[in-house]
């Protein structure tokens, strides 16, 4: 990304990594602070841990449709849990065989006691609580959106469901009876996902569009809505009602959120860095920034720059090195 010293947060090269963490420390876990409200700004870990993560690019015929296929192993001693942050992403599905997690969207009802959820996109922060376990992640870029989820995206939007419980992701309850068995092989679930999203694809109408859409909105140039439709080679009230189906919020929104990502994930890159150093060019001062980092993740960067991030650093490094981005959001269609 651009920002303000000309450095890019972006590592080029993909390739399938594995990443393993191991620390230890002791901190609350976090709950919300009231059902639709904020979330405390607290994450850390129980008992010692280790994270052991690798991504899967998924094969050449889903390209476009998916972010990756990825798998976590989380293992604490004692029984204890990992607590932590999710950035605003695309909508995705999480598998889980082990401890089934707590996870909270301000604004929403947590989720609890389920091995396959869904959360739809987001533009603000994801914060979840799980102990020992195996998890299998499948983000859906907007193109996944159209070929494979029902409806439209933003009535998904903030929003975490218990899938089993969900018409609209139920074809792929065979899938969560696989992905969430652990006496099945890693090798065995990933060709599962392989052959079950070959099965179910489905072609949109609207592919070419949402393609055009989403390579514009990731243009680090982009300063309008104006530029944005202009980009897109769309009318402004027809890329309003695309990104509202495919993309899950307002062009603006959208927008909005890519700078903010940009600058978030290269603080978390680049370590040591400060947030001046980090601020992507649209943003007209600190201020400004501070504001947004506040709706996007609840909090402000001093409170979030001091908290511990068992998961999110060690997955956001593995990440850059497998994909060439630090995060959903900025990967290219």
């Known amino acids: 990304m651009r920002n303000r010293n000309g450095r890019s947060g972006a590592v080029p090269g993909a390739f399938p990594v594995s990443a393993t963490v191991s620390f230890a420390f002791k901190r609350s876990l976090a709950i919300c602070r009231k059902m639709g409200g904020s979330l405390k700004p607290r994450s850390g870990a129980t008992g010692k841990y280790k994270v052991r993560s690798h991504f899967y690019a998924p094969p050449p015929e889903f390209d476009g449709c998916f972010t990756s296929f990825y798998h976590l192993e989380l293992s604490v001693e004692d029984g204890g849990t990992v607590s932590d942050y999710l950035l605003p992403e695309w909508a995705s599905m999480r598998f889980f065989a082990g401890a089934k997690p707590w996870a909270c969207i301000p604004g929403s009802p ?33 193109l996944g959106w159209a070929r494979y989820c029902e409806g439209e995206a933003a009535s998904y939007a903030n929003r975490m469901l218990d899938a089993s ?138 409170e979030y720059a001091a908290l511990p991030h068992p998961f999110l650093d060690s997955f956001i490094e593995a990440r850059i090195r497998m994909r060439g981005s630090a995060a959903q959001t900025l990967d290219r269609p």
């Open 110 to 142: 947590p989720l609890t006691d389920t091995c396959f959820g869904v959360t739809g996109p987001t533009s603000r922060p994801t914060q979840f609580r799980l102990g020992a376990s195996r998890c299998w992640g499948i983000g859906f870029l907007p």
């Open 165 to 302: 419980t969900n018409a609209g992701f139920a074809k792929f309850e065979p899938l969560s009876q696989i992905l969430c068995d652990p006496t099945v092989s890693v090798e065995q679930q990933y060709q599962a996902i392989v052959e079950t999203m070959a099965r179910l694809t489905r072609p949109s109408r609207s592919e070419e569009t949402v393609i055009r859409i989403h390579k514009a909105l990731i243009d680090e140039e982009l300063a309008s809505v104006a530029d944005f439709a202009e980009h897109a080679g769309i009318g402004l009230r027809s890329l309003e009602r695309m990104c509202k189906r495919y993309f899950g919020f307002t062009p603006k929104l959208l927008m909005r959120r890519q700078r903010f990502i940009r600058s978030l994930t290269s603080f978390i890159a680049q370590r040591g860095s400060k947030w001046s150093d980090v601020m992507d060019d649209h943003y007209h001062d600190q201020a400004q920034f501070s504001r947004e980092f506040r709706e996007f993740m609840t909090m402000n960067p001093s």
